[in-house]
């Protein structure tokens, strides 16, 4: 079955650490994958994707995503995390030819610290 | 990037009754996509509403339960019909660009609480 994983309900980091968010994936075939933030009470916006290429996109607020195929994940990193960055991140993998499906993950939130 | 808006931002209702949440977009989209999201939880795709056909319903959710309309490129609808406790959940609307690799663009949500 097509799954998305985010193993870590929670991360928590302080401010000026590098952060990492984990994400992996099972689907078929060549997927694509983004990463969406939520912060409270609004809804997701969108942070950055992978299509195809360079496997490391950089995407908005600084924060980057290394895609390896071969350990199927896309893991969320940033180099210095800020307070404001305290969010719910989301995980998403579309994938198929023809009808395609997204899946989204579990959702990690982020505590940073002052 | 568009806008998108839902209406209303939240709402309390009683067991057994209906209440259809709008989704406004500022600009023609061809998909639109309506999910359930418990509170600090994960996305649930309920349907997709193209305009000018049936929406699409993902496994475990029915028309009759969730109606949508999709009356032109700018607007849908969600109803929630004869509601229940269970149903109380932030309802997203979301549309897509042209295809599987452009993003989605959410509203802000509709907090619905059923008593």
């Known amino acids: 079955a097509q799954s998305v994983a985010q193993p870590e309900d929670q991360v928590n980091v302080a401010e000026g650490n590098p952060l990492t968010v984990k994400c992996t994936y099972s689907?078929?075939?060549?997927?694509?994958l983004f990463w969406y933030v939520q912060y409270p009470n609004r809804g997701l916006q969108f942070l950055l994707k992978?299509?195809?290429?360079d496997n490391l996109v950089k995407g908005s607020y600084g924060f980057e995503a290394e895609f390896n195929k071969s350990q199927t994940s896309f893991h969320l990193k940033k180099p210095s995390a800020l307070v404001s960055d305290s969010a719910l991140y989301f995980c998403a993998v579309i994938w198929g030819t023809g009808g395609f499906k997204t899946i989204f993950g579990a959702g990690t939130r982020l505590f940073v610290k002052a | 990037s568009a806008v998108i808006s839902q209406k209303p931002s939240r709402d309390i209702c009683q067991r057994g009754t209906s209440l259809t949440i709008q989704c406004q977009v500022d600009s023609q989209v061809t998909m639109m996509f309506w999910y359930r999201q418990q509170p600090g939880q994960s996305l649930t795709l309920i349907a997709t509403a193209n305009q000018g056909s049936e929406a699409t319903y993902e496994s475990g959710f029915v028309i009759d339960k969730f109606p949508i309309s999709r009356p032109n490129l700018t607007f849908s609808t969600l109803t929630v019909s004869n509601m229940s406790p269970e149903d109380s959940s932030i309802y997203l609307c979301?549309?897509?660009?042209?295809?599987?690799?452009?993003?989605?663009?959410f509203g802000p949500g509709t907090r619905l609480t059923v008593l």
């Open positions: 979301s549309f897509q660009g042209q295809g599987p690799t452009d993003t989605q663009y």
């Open positions: 992978y299509i195809t290429g």
């Open positions: 689907v078929s075939g060549n997927p694509y």
